[in-house]
């Protein structure tokens, strides 16, 4: 009896140990003070530019919603996964219901650390994995444009998570593993600055590996696969690579690029479809030299094979 005894409490502080390691672990981590004071005051008009570019109106708004009312950001827009289904929620200025009582500091830690305002982890359906990779200036901008929309009352429902993705603060574990912010395709010295503009927008606000990289089990990207193609989230239809090495726009040159992201059609004269549409309203809206600076990018990034089975290319 005293042996069971015995190894009965070393189980405990064996339990306990690894219950403080893995709090540890998986504590929220928050911008430091150098962070913090690199923000700077922002500016409303640069911020629309990395509204549009982040396509906020596209997840935030409500489903279908035209004109003007993409503005009332009041969320609802459900992402259905294999770990269950997201809900954007209320990001209007509205101080209840939305993000209108949100300092910089609490709206610059959830673009870059994913970390609320009350301190929990946030769900990278919220794709802050792709925003860590933003300046914190552009994180300002886009914080004084937000200040600028109208505040719209009503919360959007929570999540319905399985088991044990319901579990937030495990998601420091997940962060460990992929958050990063170093962009993700490293240039040469001397690279074109319309390529280096082009990575800020594609790795960054414009968060397009979100989709057009393979995810690995626990969800996070396969960084060596970058924008390879990949299993719709929702589970079908396949999203298509977009390196010189698929075959979506292998051919396609800078301007053919470009030219698809401002009208929606195809050097083929084919057009936009499925949710690539509501991503080419938003980078229609954007100047003409960052469409440019995208199609820079993506025809400078290292050619990749498809990134999906081909089972599921011939089934689409």
Not at 190 to 216: D, I, N, Q, S, W
Not at 226 to 242: H, S
């Amino acid at each position: 009896m005293a042996i069971l005894r015995k190894l009965a409490i070393a189980a405990l502080a064996l339990g306990g140990a690894g219950a403080s390691v893995f709090w540890w672990l998986t504590e929220p981590e928050r911008l430091g003070p150098e962070t913090l004071a690199s923000l700077g005051a922002g500016d409303a008009v640069r911020g629309q530019r990395i509204f549009d570019a982040g396509g906020c109106a596209s997840c935030h708004a409500r489903p279908k919603a035209e004109g003007d009312a993409r503005l009332q950001l009041v969320g609802g827009v459900e992402l259905k996964t294999p770990f269950g289904t997201f809900v954007a929620p209320n990001i209007s200025s509205d101080p209840t219901d939305g993000i209108g009582a949100w300092s910089l500091e609490d709206f610059a830690n959830a673009m870059l650390k994913g970390v609320s305002r009350d301190g929990q982890h946030l769900y990278p359906a919220f794709p802050y994995p792709s925003y860590a990779r933003m300046r914190p200036g552009d994180v300002a901008d886009l914080y004084a444009f937000m200040k600028t929309l109208p505040p719209v009352a009503g919360r959007a429902p929570d999540h319905s998570l399985n088991f044990p993705y319901n579990i937030r603060r495990g998601l420091g574990l997940w962060k460990l593993l992929n958050l990063r912010a170093e962009p993700v395709v490293a240039f040469a010295d001397g690279t074109p600055e319309k390529v280096l503009r082009g990575r800020l927008l594609v790795e960054g606000a414009g968060h397009c590996g979100e989709c057009h990289t393979p995810r690995a089990l626990d969800g996070g990207p396969k960084r060596s696969q970058w924008l390879a193609g990949a299993v719709a989230a929702e589970g079908t239809g396949i999203v298509p690579n977009i390196t010189p090495g698929g075959n979506g726009i292998r051919s396609w040159s800078e301007s053919d690029i470009a030219g698809y992201l401002e009208t929606g059609f195809t050097p083929e004269f084919d057009s936009v479809g499925g949710t690539m549409v509501e991503v080419q309203k938003n980078m229609a809206r954007l100047a003409a030299e960052d469409r440019e600076a995208i199609a820079a990018y993506l025809k400078a990034i290292p050619a990749e094979p498809n990134g999906y089975p081909p089972a599921k290319a011939a089934a689409n």
